[in-house]
């Protein structure tokens, strides 16, 4: 019955403590402060105008998503498949409300989206769906845990699960071998692009933030 369902989320995943939100915010904002007065980054900027010549402000260009989180299983109230599976694994049961630390590796931008990826820890691995590459056929040869991000935000009309899909995309283009085009040594870390719009920085130091592992039902 209705009732039933309900009493799976949209969605489980780790959620960073508010106290650090602002500051992953700002980290994010700088970034894209940054990236979009390069030249390098200002050659292809008709890969988001669709005009050559014409600039962009990254800033105005992504919205902000809510609250920030790394999915690790989207239930949809139980519409999804393997969710109920995914809702009664002993580790979900064992760790929901616990507090972890993830590490946020790089940051990646492309026309879509904004985010940050997720290093996760074997420890952490448990609480990932072993599905969650399989689903683009092409990113099933990845580790698992290649997809684990946070969402930072999306232009105009995209939905935040694009940003799990530009993650596998650049890492897919990484596995066939295309290195890319090594921009820019910038403070944070190396900037690389991978054409198309899409841009990787790899991160010096990774951003190690405390996350609440939980659900959302919205
Ligand atoms: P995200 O993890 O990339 O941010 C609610 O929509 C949340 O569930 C968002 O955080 C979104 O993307 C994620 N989400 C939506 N649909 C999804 C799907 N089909 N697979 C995985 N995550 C999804």
Redesign the pocket.
């Known amino acids: 019955g209705l009732l039933e369902q309900m009493t799976l989320p ?2 489980f ?1 780790w959620f960073l403590l508010s106290s650090i939100q602002d500051k992953i915010e700002c980290t994010a904002m700088d970034f894209l402060k940054t990236l979009d007065t390069l030249e390098a980054f200002k050659k292809h900027s008709s890969d988001f105008t669709g005009k050559p010549e014409k600039e962009v402000d990254l800033e105005q260009y992504f919205e902000a ?1 809510g609250v920030l ?3 690790t299983k ?1 239930c ?1 109230y139980g519409n ?1 498949e393997g969710a109920k599976d995914y809702a009664q694994k002993t580790a979900v049961k064992e760790f929901y409300g616990s507090v972890f630390e993830l590490s946020l590796s790089a940051l990646f931008v492309t026309p879509r989206t904004v ?1 940050a990826r997720v290093s996760l820890t074997e420890e952490q691995l448990v609480l990932w769906p072993a599905d ?1 590459e399989s ?1 683009v056929p092409a990113a099933a040869s990845l580790p698992l845990g290649s997809r684990a ?3 930072l935000g999306c232009a105009n009309g995209v ?6 899909l530009d993650l596998l995309e650049i890492l897919l283009l990484q596995q066939e071998g295309q290195q890319g085009e090594l921009v820019e040594e910038m403070e944070l870390g190396s900037l690389t692009y991978y054409g198309e719009g899409r841009w990787l920085l790899n991160l010096r130091e990774p951003i190690c933030v405390p996350a609440c592992f939980s659900s ?1 039902f ?1």
């Open positions: 949209l969605y995943g998503k989180h790394c999915t989207f949809d999804a985010g969650a689903v991000h946070v969402t939905e935040p699960v694009q940003t799990g959302f919205g």
